[in-house]
């Protein structure tokens, strides 16, 4: 679709290259961004342009790209807007103010480009073309001594391999208060856009590093007074491996030192010499019997569960509350004691 002209010269097309003007202008005479000034933008100048070039991605929704442009930990070619006949409000319009203040060219392309562009993905109307993110090395981490925090938690990710499982992992464990991120290096996937959107931005401003020696890494923990928390399914054939490794109920897990938490991989769990390497496994006890077919949970909602059973323990938390307090009535004495037994959890299962 060939570049028309835009009312103001707010966009304009030269020697083939599309020239966008910032909204630097409008905050010089303190006018609201997303008013005149972005009207004046044509409401479909976006270049055919398949996927971004020269090395950038396309990060798409709305909390990622707000969260990318607060972190500036990107560089950012251009902020890409849905067309659309209303004022911007709430956090669009931040969005626009803060590619404003850093000069970010802004398009208003249709909603049919930008699904084009996306891939059909769930974009909320906002992308931004911007450089990729990678996993810091491990040895920019810097060191931390168990005796700094004796309640320091890290999440350490062996293998995941989906996008979205990886994504849904970091925002719990940036919402529920995990120190540090270490993943693989080898056979993880790559903290891609969609990984971002499933993350809600987390990703954008959490650090995650890696390493190509993950055991080595563990052990080298393991060395420094650090506890190694592997996890597991239910006890079984399957583990005996691990039989000489004590496996506890994550409900009955004493946080009293600085903790490596390691999950495994959506399909086969941890590998023989990561889960070598821990002091310790964790699982997690089903509500019910379980038929087969339905005896494992998914890898992110096991984290979830997970972080959330260690981190409630930390002194200030949320639900540190008592919790006779939030219960009416007296509890029933008839209620069978029995112990169901382990859900088997694939992605906290043995190698």
């Given at each position: 679709?060939?570049?028309?002209s835009?009312?103001?010269?707010?966009?304009?097309?030269?020697?083939?290259?599309?020239?966008?003007?910032?909204?630097?202008?409008?905050?010089?005479?303190?006018?609201?961004?997303?008013?005149?000034?972005?009207?004046?933008?044509?409401?479909?100048?976006?270049?055919?342009?398949?996927?971004?070039?020269?090395g950038?991605?396309l990060?798409?929704?709305?909390?990622?790209?707000?969260?990318?442009?607060?972190?500036?930990?990107?560089?950012?070619?251009?902020?890409?807007?849905?067309?659309?006949?209303?004022?911007?409000?709430g956090?669009?319009?931040?969005?626009?103010?803060?590619?404003?203040?850093?000069?970010?060219?802004?398009?208003?392309?249709?909603r049919?480009?930008?699904d084009?562009?996306?891939?059909?993905?769930?974009?909320?109307?906002?992308?931004?073309?911007?450089?990729?993110?990678?996993?810091?090395?491990?040895a920019?981490?810097?060191?931390?001594?168990?005796?700094?925090?004796?309640?320091?938690?890290?999440?350490?990710?062996?293998?995941?391999?989906?996008?979205?499982?990886?994504?849904?992992?970091?925002?719990?464990?940036?919402f529920l208060?995990?120190?540090?991120?270490?993943?693989?290096?080898?056979?993880?996937?790559?903290?891609?856009?969609?990984?971002?959107?499933?993350?809600?931005?987390?990703?954008?401003?959490?650090?995650?590093?890696?390493?190509?020696?993950?055991?080595g890494?563990l052990?080298?923990?393991?060395?420094q007074?650090?506890?190694?928390?592997?996890?597991?399914g239910?006890?079984g054939?399957?583990?005996?491996?691990?039989?000489?490794?004590?496996?506890?109920?994550?409900?009955?897990?004493?946080?009293?030192?600085?903790?490596?938490?390691?999950?495994?991989n959506?399909?086969?769990?941890?590998?023989?010499?990561?889960?070598?390497?821990?002091?310790?496994?964790?699982?997690?006890?089903?509500?019910?019997?379980?038929?087969?077919?339905?005896?494992?949970?998914?890898?992110?909602?096991?984290?979830?569960?997970?972080?959330?059973?260690?981190?409630s323990?930390?002194?200030?938390?949320?639900?540190e509350?008592?919790?006779?307090?939030?219960?009416q009535?007296?509890?029933?004495?008839s209620?069978?004691?029995?112990?169901?037994?382990?859900?088997?959890?694939?992605?906290?299962?043995?190698?």
């Amino acid at each position: 679709m060939a570049l028309l002209s835009a009312v103001g010269g707010a966009t304009w097309h030269c020697c083939g290259r599309l020239l966008t003007r910032p909204f630097s202008q409008a905050s010089g005479r303190g006018e609201r961004p997303g008013g005149e000034e972005l009207s004046r933008l044509l409401l479909d100048d976006l270049a055919p342009t398949p996927r971004p070039a020269g090395g950038l991605e396309l990060l798409f929704g709305l909390s990622p790209c707000l969260l990318a442009l607060r972190a500036a930990r990107r560089r950012v070619a251009r902020l890409l807007l849905q067309a659309s006949r209303s004022r911007l409000q709430g956090e669009r319009a931040e969005l626009l103010c803060a590619a404003e203040a850093r000069d970010i060219p802004v398009l208003r392309p249709s909603r049919r480009k930008l699904d084009v562009l996306c891939r059909y993905q769930v974009h909320q109307g906002v992308c931004m073309e911007v450089s990729p993110l990678r996993p810091r090395p491990w040895a920019e981490a810097g060191e931390a001594r168990p005796g700094d925090d004796p309640q320091q938690l890290w999440l350490v990710l062996e293998g995941l391999q989906d996008p979205r499982n990886l994504g849904a992992v970091l925002r719990s464990a940036h919402f529920l208060g995990v120190d540090k991120v270490i993943t693989s290096r080898r056979n993880s996937c790559p903290l891609s856009p969609v990984v971002s959107k499933a993350s809600a931005g987390a990703m954008e401003v959490m650090d995650v590093f890696s390493t190509d020696d993950l055991a080595g890494f563990l052990q080298a923990k393991s060395r420094q007074g650090w506890l190694v928390a592997g996890t597991v399914g239910c006890p079984g054939p399957e583990i005996s491996l691990s039989s000489e490794i004590p496996i506890t109920n994550c409900l009955e897990f004493l946080w009293d030192r600085p903790t490596l938490l390691v999950l495994g991989n959506e399909g086969y769990g941890l590998s023989r010499e990561v889960q070598a390497s821990c002091q310790l496994l964790l699982s997690i006890r089903p509500g019910r019997q379980l038929p087969p077919g339905l005896e494992s949970l998914n890898v992110s909602v096991a984290a979830g569960i997970l972080l959330h059973s260690i981190c409630s323990q930390r002194t200030g938390f949320p639900v540190e509350g008592k919790r006779e307090q939030a219960l009416q009535g007296p509890q029933d004495p008839s209620a069978s004691s029995e112990v169901p037994r382990v859900a088997q959890h694939p992605g906290l299962s043995s190698g």
